[in-house]
């Protein structure tokens, strides 16, 4: 069955760059995402990644897919106090009609 | 574009009545899940409907718990007889295709009593 986990806290100097780590199961995962939730609120897709691809670099946000460890990582360059919040990372089943989530990192940026 | 919009945003209900939570997805969006969140944790897929069409509900947390969509658009989900385990965040999502992931709504904050 699909399992994907996550590291529970990170924190990081405002200015300095932020790693975030997951890890999945499921082999035949197509799509990986990663969506920030800030408290009370919804989730906000922030990237995602087709699993042909090593690296997928938008702004400030870089994701690094390592498919035979089945590791995901996202760096966020420059992190800023409005970057705290949890982070999820999500794989797609093979069908696409249904996402796997982490239990979430919280970051916190600290000025 | 205005978002997937969700209904109520915030319920309180004693244990044993019956709740229906609203969403209205993206216009263009064809594709419509449920998902379930308890404090701490990841969203939960709950149930996935392509158009009208409920084509997942396997992950239904019992036979209390169901949704529709009945025209293709908005879409309920419906708790029966509500336990205090039902407390959570319900959230729903729309897309159009998976590869640019979905959208979520705020979420409908279910609190059993």
């Known amino acids: 069955g699909e399992d994907v986990e996550q590291s529970l806290f990170l924190s990081v100097r405002e200015g300095d760059s932020s790693v975030i780590n997951c890890t999945y199961t499921?082999?035949?995962?197509?799509?990986l995402y990663w969506y920030k939730q800030e408290p009370g609120a919804g989730l906000q897709l922030l990237t995602y990644?087709?699993?042909?691809?090593d690296m997928k670099q938008d702004q400030r946000l870089t994701v690094l897919l390592n498919k035979k460890d089945k590791h995901l990582s996202l760096r966020i360059a420059d992190t800023q106090t409005g970057d705290s919040a949890i982070y999820f990372c999500a794989e797609s089943n093979n069908a696409g009609n249904m996402l796997t989530f982490g239990g979430g990192t919280r970051l916190m940026v600290k000025p | 574009d205005t978002g997937v919009s969700q209904d109520p945003r915030h319920k309180i209900t004693k244990r044993g009545q019956n709740v229906t939570f609203r969403c209205d997805p993206i216009?263009?969006?064809?594709?419509l899940y449920w998902y379930r969140q308890t404090l701490g944790q990841g969203p939960e897929f709950l149930t996935y409907f392509q158009n009208e069409a409920q084509l997942e509900k396997s992950r239904l947390l019992s036979n209390r718990f169901s949704a529709e969509r009945p025209k293709g658009s908005f879409s309920t989900l419906e708790i029966q007889r509500t336990e205090q385990g039902d407390s959570a965040m319900y959230l729903c999502?729309?897309?159009?295709?998976?590869?640019?992931?979905?959208?979520f709504g705020s979420g409908t904050r279910l609190t059993v009593v």
């Open positions: 999502a729309s897309s159009r295709d998976r590869a640019y992931g979905y959208t």
């Open positions: 216009s263009e969006h064809n594709r």
């Open positions: 499921d082999s035949s995962s197509t799509y």
């Open positions: 990644i087709f699993s042909n691809m």
